[in-house]
């Protein structure tokens, strides 16, 4: 019987969306939160770790910027892009499984500062949510911030979705753009919307809340809003 975890697991190991650039609520975050609130530009080479680092676009802006970065995702051929971007610390890089333990350590001795968990959480369904964000936590040092964004009910996906089990949503994309895409051999996935800010609040519990906002955009009208909320959190 196939899982929700191994259909997520078999749909992101495509490797397909491949995005070298840097999103803008990243570098945007950069100069107005992590730098201006928390005084983390990467001056002080402070360990970031990026889950769900994906082709490392994202963890790539963190490396230039000073960050002493280390990544992990279930996807080898997305791990593999990363260490041929990051070629000087292309050990920092590794392929984690896809089900999470409480007990993970990713990178034996060391510890997070930052913690960056981008487009990546909603897979999971409400239990392993939690027992990975508790891996995370005891992962950073005290005092650490986690940046973590949650996809919101209103995106476009929820709409080509239907209720699963577990908090999580079944997932049938079928854009014209997917089309004829190389390497893509399914699209259905499994996401874990969120609600409102107190339901963020909720499953970030672990973690004092900072700051809560969100980001949106509609590249293309025929799909609609691309809304994911935002959490800046503090492990006290």
């Not at 990026?50 to 230039?64: A, L, M, P, V």
């Not at 070629?87 to 990713?106: G, L, R």
């Not at 699209?187 to 809340?209: G, W």
Request: a negative charge.
């Amino acid at each position: 019987m196939t899982t929700y975890i191994d259909q997520n697991t078999k749909y992101w190991q495509q490797g397909v969306y491949d995005a070298p650039n840097t999103e803008s609520y990243v570098f945007r975050t950069y100069g107005r939160i992590l730098k201006h609130d928390f005084n983390l530009d990467g001056s002080g080479r402070e360990n970031l770790l990026d889950f769900g680092c994906g082709s490392g676009g994202n963890t790539k802006f963190y490396h230039d910027k000073g960050f002493d970065v280390y990544g992990v995702d279930l996807s080898p051929i997305d791990i593999t892009r990363c260490k041929d971007r990051m070629k000087k610390v292309s050990h920092h890089f590794k392929v984690v499984a896809p089900q999470p333990n409480e007990a993970d350590i990713f990178f034996e001795g060391v510890t997070f500062q930052l913690v960056t968990a981008l487009q990546s959480l909603y897979y999971y369904n409400d239990h392993d949510l939690e027992v990975r964000l508790g891996s995370l936590y005891n992962q950073m040092d005290p005092g650490g911030i986690i940046f973590a964004t949650m996809m919101h009910k209103s995106c476009w996906y929820y709409d080509m979705s239907e209720p699963s089990e577990g908090g999580l949503r079944h997932v049938k994309l079928c854009r014209k753009n997917d089309e004829g895409r190389e390497g893509l051999l399914t699209s259905e996935h499994f996401i874990n919307f969120v609600n409102d800010e107190d339901h963020l609040k909720y499953i970030f519990k672990f973690f004092t809340p900072v700051h809560i906002g969100y980001y949106d955009g509609c590249w293309r009208t025929d799909e609609g809003s691309e809304k994911h909320l935002t959490f800046f959190g503090l492990k006290s």
